[in-house]
């Protein structure tokens, strides 16, 4: 904020040498694998698509269901390959030896994760010609507290989704698993942008 000359002495101190920053991003989800074929050919394959919806929810209204209870993708919209054949690019993980989608259907996201991270601070300046400069800064994650919810699970929709003790879901095709025991801290997905609820920082250095 700059001085502004023509103001009161009191006024140019209450609104001069604050500073504000925002950062924000918003994109669509990110693309999710098609699940891949349990069919036991001589090459792994995904799936084939069943011409059914892809989601039973509407996996960007948040609010619309409950990830506890709620399946979000829908299992009918995929079907094994057929014996002998080879249904879309799949691959053998050079690392964990498991079959893994090699495309995507631009069609088929998770959640989309919009987040905003913003900043306020202001210097105090003191002593003869502003010799002496106190700033005070608060950084915020995640300003607006935003549910961010992490991408459902694509693995085997022949098989059906599992609960805990609880009756919560936490396994399966569809299911986000949002789940975490009382006490414990959410752990984010690798390569995810899951976030938690909304933090703050304050940072102050004195210059002089």
Known sequence: MPKFAFLPKAAKFAISDWQFGFFAQYQSGQFLLPPVSPTANFLPSEDVRTGQPLYLKDINDIHSYNPYTDIVLNPAAWAPCPTNS???????????????????????????QPRENGNIGRH?????????????????????????????????????????????????????????????????????????????????????
């Open 86 to 112: 080879v249904c879309g690019g799949a691959y053998n993980s050079t690392t964990s030896g498991v079959a893994t989608s090699a495309r995507f259907y631009s069609d088929f996201r998770g959640p989309r």
């Open 124 to 208: 105090f300046r003191f002593g003869k010609e502003g010799r002496y400069d106190l700033y005070v800064r608060g950084e915020f994650v995640n300003l607006f507290n935003r549910t961010i919810l992490p991408n459902p699970i694509v693995t085997n929709p022949q098989l059906a989704p599992s609960k805990n003790g609880v009756g919560v879901y936490t396994g399966g095709f569809g299911v986000i698993n949002a789940y975490n025991a009382p006490g414990s801290v959410a752990s984010p997905p690798a390569g995810s942008y899951y976030l938690l609820g909304r933090t703050g920082t304050l940072i102050a250095r004195f210059t002089f």
